[in-house]
């Protein structure tokens, strides 16, 4: 509705904080900035420096509602997010910017609804066959965190997203080696969910583990460094810890898909996938994602899509 807008749309993760703005229902999302999480005290704090910067903070262009998808759950008014430090009231956040109405809800949650909306031109496939039409799509996606939701059929064929915390189940082994090594990380860390892996964080867990499963000494790298290491062929244990971690999103995105029923695809999201390009193209994730015994072929039919969409929520934002 008319009155709806402008709207404040938002995906506010563990690092970044994108912002945006939609003028019109008709219009396009624009005025979009990214901004990093640790240099703003709040959520508030952070979305009015937002709208000073793009000439929104008063006048015609100052929004009137607004959607965030936050990195983290969303039970009851007040959240924190799971991998920073803020933490807020939603009605008090929304009486802070003075909206009429602010919708707050989990980041991959408002992702889902971005699916049906992402330019084809922009999804890489990985395997599999052709999406079949108004059926379950899967999602899953690895930053700081990892995330997991869907966008789930109802009995009229409308489309809903899921809220969940899939990002924290346990992580299962396929073979002997990852058999040695989650039992290594479960002597460190107690229960070793997916995300303990398959985040920026995870990869240098995983670093960390084939270094000591190697007896090698351990150097403090970061996130970025394994990436970059591992990707040019510089340190044989960052290239270790990528292809674990691409077998395990195999075995966690197929988990995910065949729990669901994707045949509307599998998605994935976040920051750290796309960036491996070729690497996560050529590693076992395919091959682990269709290995599940009798049901391999069914499996096989199921097209994996990875998101290159530069600001994917803000659309899903958008949507809500």
Same mark, same amino acid.
């Given at each position: ?16 904080? !994108?912002?945006?703005? /939609? ?51 969303? &039970? ?17 956040? !929304? ?5 009429? !109405? ?17 330019? /084809?031109?922009?999804?890489? &496939? ?30 009229? #064929? ?5 809220? #969940? ?50 007896g090698k000494p351990v150097e403090p ?49 976040? #920051? ?21 015994? !009798?049901?391999?072929?069914?499996m096989r039919r199921i097209p994996v ?16």
């Amino acid at each position: 509705m008319l009155h709806d807008y402008p709207k404040l749309l938002g995906d506010i993760g563990g690092t970044n904080v !994108r912002l945006a703005l /939609k003028l019109s229902p008709e219009g396009e999302i624009g005025h979009i900035v990214n901004m990093k999480l640790r240099d703003h005290a709040d959520a508030a704090s952070a979305i009015e420096h937002y709208l000073a910067q793009v000439g929104a903070a008063s006048g015609p262009m100052r929004p009137r509602t607004g959607c965030l998808g936050v990195a983290g759950p969303v &039970q009851g008014d007040h959240l924190k997010l799971f991998n920073a430090p803020w933490g807020f009231s939603i009605e008090g956040l !929304r009486q802070a910017l003075g909206l009429a !109405r602010l919708r707050v809800l989990n980041d991959f949650t408002v992702l889902a609804l971005a699916l049906p909306h992402l330019p /084809k031109a922009e999804l890489r &496939q990985i395997g599999g066959g052709e999406p079949v039409a108004g059926m379950t799509m899967g999602l899953i996606g690895a930053g700081t965190g990892l995330g997991v939701s869907g966008l789930v059929p109802n009995l009229q #064929g409308e489309m809903s997203p899921i809220a #969940g915390e899939g990002g924290h189940v346990t992580l299962a082994p396929s073979d002997d080696d990852e058999e040695r090594l989650i039992a290594l990380l479960r002597h460190r860390f107690g229960h070793v969910s997916a995300e303990r892996v398959l985040s920026g964080s995870g990869l240098v867990v995983l670093y960390e583990a084939h270094a000591q499963l190697a007896g090698k000494p351990v150097e403090p790298l970061a996130p970025a460094d394994v990436t970059q290491r591992g990707l040019a062929g510089q340190c044989a244990l960052c290239e270790a810890a990528l292809n674990s971690f691409c077998l395990f999103m195999g075995t966690v995105a197929s988990n995910l898909a065949v729990s669901l029923g994707a045949q509307g695809g599998l998605f994935i999201g976040g #920051g750290i996938v796309p960036l491996l390009g070729d690497f996560f193209e050529r590693s076992g994730f395919r091959a682990r994602f269709d290995a599940k015994g !009798r049901y391999t072929d069914y499996m096989r039919r199921i097209p994996v899509f990875v998101i290159h969409t530069a600001y994917p929520g803000l659309i899903g934002a958008a949507q809500a």
